[in-house]
């Protein structure tokens, strides 16, 4: 077990290598740069030649990836041009609004699906089945944006149950109670947007698993133990069909990470996908490059998790 | 020369304001005019006592939080700063100077130095005096070398001894000098009459907080960030980084306490405006979607205010190349655009009127110079420009030896014509806007094949960092202009964003001229540029499509408010007349 | 040997035996849902290129100042948009287009997956090995924001170039699945049995292995159709599909980010929706009868 | 009389097959006695297991008829409740292939600490322990107390086989159903595995059905047979007559395919054709009759019925009475 | 005369990876020093457990796995070596699988299997390979009409027939034949048994014939070698084997094959717990420390044990 961690970790290294020179490129390719917006036809072009060169704009690409990995390394990803400040800060304003988004996100999509796709595939082809499968196939196919659009329009501004931007209420301590509500308040509706649509092919599979897992042997031999249905469900069909869904949890994150940028840009939800958005559009490379390396180490460690995870509870996998 | 909000910026092609009225729509249905809006707030009722207001800033972005004038890049940022600071000078609506702001200043004789006197009841929101030193500790920080704001530009660079203090040859700017702790004098090397048009930079630096802080440090700092001061009328007092900033009145204002006792700020995405409008969600907001407007005419609770932008659209054709080691435009006499009949019948071919009114319900309309009306005092109104007329055009074409092959014109040499069009990406309008000029030019005749390009990469390649693209011909774009008129800076023989690159003697001749000694005098400076708008409109290098309002509505409670520039109305005086905003019915 | 002459000349008849394919295509007819969504695709290609070859593209997206914004008429079925140009046509054109890339992304993503996929699974070890981890490498890509940054990167960014983007990144599902079935694959007999049989790997790999996974690449390919669809439109919504100018299912809904279009023109962006959806729907439903075709488990009856 | 544990009378066990129901068992008649050893061999398809399945109830779409008398009470249409009281206390069952039939994800003693919870829910802990421990040594596991913290895929097949005895008798069931114990396992696993159930039989005093296809483990270890198949029983007897005087000729046929170590090299019988799908059993008729082709047609009743030739022995059809055995003329 | 297979100390070594960069830390000895001979007309059977490495040897002689040491000649040459090149060679070895589902490729005909070696090594006509396959169906005692059919439209049997068309297309001298009537029902088994020693007839086909049943392995076998953990244990004719049993996991072995007449019950058992309890008393003196079985020693001509060097 602790091998498969160390191993997997091992070959995060290299990953996150590439990822992260990946990244340096794209964003070295991209037209324009910081600078681009700032057409002042008062300030002498030269003025911003002496900014790149102190930026290090114009030093060769490898020696600009070097300097910035190697302070990407000590968590230093230079400053935002954009926003003046050291792209850390900047993202450590925004990365709790997204953690917590992610996190009822993925709170959400579990309340759901796992009653869902126990009901459904416990009473398989009976009305609530149905009803459930009904659902699924419906979320399977509507895109998260137009949902999402629909649910703002629908709650956010039809029947104004729900603000329609922003992560708190202006003027709120943090840390105060009302703070707090109102963060939550804020979130509710992207994530469970999110959650419904997000949570379709997790009740999908959980069914299926369930279907299946109802057919193998081994919960035959529970029944001829003379287990109640009950316990033939609770010990034996739950346990194991949850066991993949447990494994998926990492992957999860790795889905979010899409949703969060529609999501935080249809709800004006001043998170990482939003900055993200908008620093592309502005060429602020340093907080581009930073968030998707960010993002991407984040999906590596959701991986991890899954292996992980799927190591401790699957005995069959932690026994090498 | 530039300060707050005057330097010359590229407007995307859409988005900004516009405006409306509730009275009488023009002519036609749902075409409004600019005409028809007030920029000052009727007041309705009386004031109570206190109160707060809400004010929306759209925008599909975070504000970026540098929040001081020395520093900041984005125009979110202005929208906040403006509540809690200011310049020590203030403009009337000709953006000249006046003696009615924080300081007063006199001009020596030779014009070249002007002398600033702080009021003394001028204190920072910590008590401290805004003093002559802070002044000049600006100057200081912004001509340092480490400095990473963009503010360092020609108002800098023209105050004697700034060359010398910026490449660290002395230690101090010898044109700069405090006379007393309220008493400063600054001198230039020149003389011009853009030195009264935004071209001194009055934004003072704390010195007691930002003196010992490293240079380079300033704008990320907690000071700049999280905790700004400034001497304005009203204090910051929590901020939500790129969400909400509220503020809390100074009693210490200069002018004296302002009247509410609370003014929240916060960020909406333009595609809510409404409905936080509607709802009584914000009171005001700094400009509403000019798209959005048609629909929202009637907005009951709600009055709509509008002005003229310092901006207009315009299409470029290029003429030339840069020469980056000389910075010189150079204008090459064999482009493909080079023939200035062909650039005028582009410009006929086209009817902005309609444009305007289709599209932008009257808020954009038909731009006739180079120098929009939000400079009342040099915009000649009396240029009509070039009109439209699709059959001149022919005319003009065929005279000129571009001569119909088949569906499309060839050069005279009988070569095939293909014009490349690069406009902008980026709001609703772009696309069919630029589609419908193609297909005006080739309803004259012209093969013009359109590409979309996104902001960045359009700058890019028309010319930004001095290498032209080759393979284009003629752009859109727009321009914001600045507080001080003079167009050098956009269209000189040197200026980088001269996309165009055009250029000619009487071009350099006449900018020259409209900052010379002889134009202090305004009727004078007055004639050389209405010479240069009719020399441009003749010329053709760029022609002008659109000028633009903005339009801003402000709740029926909100009291003593104006939008544009000079009116004299201050925020101090803003008030509210009820409690809560009215809701739409 | 003498009789075997005979022989020859009698049975030439080829006994019809249900292929694999037909097998797919039986379960497909027969599953009520599926076949209407099949006719109803059907139709919706048909419309949307055969009508696109009699539609003037250029007519379509042909500006018009004086009907901005009209509301659906006998002139204009679905209206117009902010341009008065016909939203029925750039409906047609818009479809054509996400479609299109879908199938093209489709194809190609296919494409390379099924090759990684095969020769990895079926050679194993260090090949596999490799390709495996350059797998895992793009796997962990955060999907969306690489796209968005590409898109932004590209110089000439146009259709080409965006489906080569979507393609670079979409390609890993489709080779996991290919190869963890062709590893499967690799250790039944008959594999082993042609190469005992003196078959060169390759004849191997295109004749014997490549067919036992066509089913699974036809559902595989049709499933991703359809996320390709709800991928494109996704992006497009964003602003990072489709270039500007050129219609697409996405950009259509993306008018609907106008509050006031969203409210009162419903007729720009509710159709391109609902198509949307309809399409997604009706390719999930051949999908997923397919699979349940090749599932011998979940076939019916 | 009072020995009979299970009577089993005209069972029909159905499965839906495109909205239509075909027997898998048709009418069936059986009984076990205490204390005997009935296997029931045949053909794969031919419908041995969903005789058992039926037994235990473990169906949960087929249609079932008829009864199924356990000490007299009809098991057949119990509540679940009553059922679950008798499955896995008084009915036992060691199911065909190890792995499958073991939870992986639990540990092997957990899993036969669970049928002694639900049945004996008095125990302690520790007893119930100690119970475990026992239990595997008795079904020969060495290292019982290391193997108890196991989980399935960590043991061997042979292994694996007995942890499933282990539940199936942890209550000493009286009655124990062993479909296929041994098909997946070595000769000499099967040996020991053979000897396990044997010794438990004498133990237990239970009735075991034992179904197989291996007719050498239907000689080693059962007192009766029957022989089903397509459904059907063809043939029931005691071993002994069985072995030596089997009538019906799938019987036969099963016997003599069979290369035994002690028989000369010969052509070995074979047996025309494949045991028909479900779908396509014959309904009416002698179902085995497709395959004896060189018999005469008539030779068959109608409508086999089950006569009863000499005490205890059964054969349906009395074609046998005119089926000669001859080895020339099987092939053709 | 010389025989026609001849392998000589045959091993094979699996690697066993482990730790973190999946280093080799051990390796499996799937086949360990194994020798033997088959002549031409013969069939030679291999016993054992399950995993003694009966398949292994198998696939070694067919060229399916690698061979860490020894040699495997085939009329003389080695197979190992000149496989690759020699055509003639590929064509003389052919092999009969054991499962007669996954065997046949479910996507492909009948003609398309049996022409599949046909199209590997000779240039046919189209007319000339079906009727060549025609042949062959004939031959196996299919319908010639099942050339167009697919590999489920046929029985178990018939597949194990179809398999064995597709081995003998070619025209092998060689056959191995790995289990080949395991999946089958008893009364299929039968049917491919006969057939397979028809075609031996026929064709004087020499089989190499893996099987774990001991009573097919009499049925078929003139030579019989067993196998235990990857060694042999003992070698000989059937007689020798059936009759003669001289180490004591043969005995074993055979003791445990049921016994088909139930009135010996008893006996059978008492024996039983003879050789069992013969088994443990003298495990040491067959199986050195690590329970692995000694080399062959002969014991006759054409018998040969494995037993400690001295004893
Ligand atoms: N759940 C089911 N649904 C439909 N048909 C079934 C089901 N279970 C079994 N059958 C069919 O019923 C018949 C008898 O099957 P059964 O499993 O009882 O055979 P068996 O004698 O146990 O064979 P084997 O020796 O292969 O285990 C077969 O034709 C089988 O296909
Ligand atoms: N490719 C391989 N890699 C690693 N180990 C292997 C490989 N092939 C076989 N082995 C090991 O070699 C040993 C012998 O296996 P082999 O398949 O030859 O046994 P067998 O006698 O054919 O058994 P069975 O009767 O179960 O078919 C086993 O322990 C097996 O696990
Ligand atoms: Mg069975
Ligand atoms: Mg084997």
Redesign the interface.
Known sequence: MWNIILRRIMIMIPQIFLLSLLVFLMAKAMPGDALTGLLDPSIDPKALDEQRERLGLNNPWYVQYWDWIRNAAQGDFGQSFRFKMPVMDLIGQRISNTFWLAFATLVFTYLIAIPLGIISGRYNDTWSDRLITGYTYLGFAAPLFIFALVMLWIFGFHFGLFPTGGSVAPGLTPGTFSYVASKFYHLLLPALSMALIATVSTVQYLRSEIIDIKHKEFVLTARAKGASESRVYNKHILRNSLLPIAAFFGYEITGLIGGTIIIESIFSYPGMGQLFLNSISLRDFSVVTALVLIFGIATILGSLLSDIILGLVDPRIRIK | ??SEKE????TPSTNTGDTKTEEKPANEEGVYSIDDFNNVKTNEGTAIEGGSI?FGLVS???F???LNYN?Y??DPDVQVLGWFDEGLLTWDKDYVYTNDGAATYETSEDGKTFTLTIRDNVNWHDGKPVTAEDLQFAYEVIGN?AY???R????F?SVVGMDEYHAGKAKTISGIKVLSEKQISITYKESTPSLLTGGVWTYPLAKHIFGDMDVAKM??SKE??ETPIGFGPFKV??I???????FVKNEDYWRGAPKLDKV??????P??V??ELK?GGVDLVDAFPT??YK??ADMSNVEFLGAIDRAYTYIGFKLGTWDEAN?KVVTNPDAKMADKNLRKAMWMAV?ND??GK??YNGLRWNATTLIPPSHPEFHDSNNPGVAYDPEAAKALLDEAGYKLDGEFRTNPDGSPLEINFVSM?GG??????A??YV?SWAAIGLKVN?E?V????F???VG?T?KDDPNIDVYQAAWGV?IDVDP???YGRD???NFSRFSSEKNDELLAKGVSAEAFDVEKRKEIYNEWQQYMVDEVPVFPTLYRAVVAPVNKRVMNYAIGDGTGIYLNDLAVNADKPVVAE | MSKANDVVITSQKIDKSPSSLSILWRELVRDKVALISLIFLGLVLVLVYGTALVLDQDEIVKVDLFALYEPPSAQYWLGTDYGGRDVFGQLVIGTRNSLSIAFLVTLMTGFLGILIGVLSGYFGGVIDNIFMRIVDFFMVLPFMMIVIAFVTAVPKYNITSFSLIMTAFLWMGIARLIRSKALQERELEYVKASKTLGSSHLKIMLSQVLPNLSSIIIVTMTLNLAANIGLESGLSFLGFGFPESTPSLGTLVSYARNPQTLESRWWIWLPASVLILVLMLSINNVGQALKRATDARQRRG | MNTELLEVRNLTTSFRIEDDYYAAVDHVNLTVKKNEVLAIVGESGSGKSAFAFSIMGLHNKAKIDGQILYKGQDIANISPTKLNKLRGKEMGMIFQDPLSALNPLMVIGEQIDEILTLHQPKLSSREKKDKVINLLNQVGIPRPEQIYKQYPHELSGGMRQRVVIAIAIANKPELLIADEPTTALDVTIQLQILELIRDLKNEINAGIILITHDLGVVAEMADRVAVMYAGEIVEIADIYTLMTNAKHPYTRSLLNSIPTITEEKSKLHVIQGIVPSLKNLPRKGCRFKARIPWINDSAHEENPQMHEIAPGHFVRCTCYQHFHFPDQAEEE | MMALLEVEGLKIHFPIRGGLIKREIGNIKAVDDVSFSIEQGQTYGLVGESGSGKTTTGRAVIGLNHVTAGRILFNGKDLAKERRKDRQLQRDVQMIFQDPYSSLNPKKRVIDIIAEPLRNYERLTAAEEKRQVRDLLEKVGLSPESIYKYPHEFSGGQRQRIGIARAIALKPKLIIADEPVSALDVSVQAQVLNFMQEIQKELNLTYLFISHDLGIIRHMCDQIGIMYKGRYVEQGTTDDIFENPQHIYTKRLIAAIPDMDPTKRDEMNAFRQMVKSEYENSYRNFFDEEGLAYSLKSISDTHRVALPQKG
């Not at chain 2, 939500?240 to 509220?246: A, I, K, L, Y």
């Not at chain 2, 929240?264 to 995405?269: E, F, G, M, R, W």
């Not at chain 2, 609703?428 to 806007?433: G, K, M, Q, S, V």
């Open positions: 020369a530039c330097a010359a910026t590229p809400t599909d972005t975070a970026e939080g540098t520093f890049s984005g070398k990473d704001g963009p360092y530009d020609s108002n660079t704008s990320s700049v960030r007092e929590t939500t980084p790129g969400e909400s900033v509220t929240t700020l916060k960020v909406i995405n595609t809510t409404v409905q709802s798209d959005q629909d929202n910075g009817d309609q444009v289709r599209f990406t609703d309008t772009a696309e069919p806007l589609r419908y297909q359109l979309m996104e902001f960045n990469s700058y890019d390649r930004n001095g600045g050098a800076g956009l200026a980088l964003y």
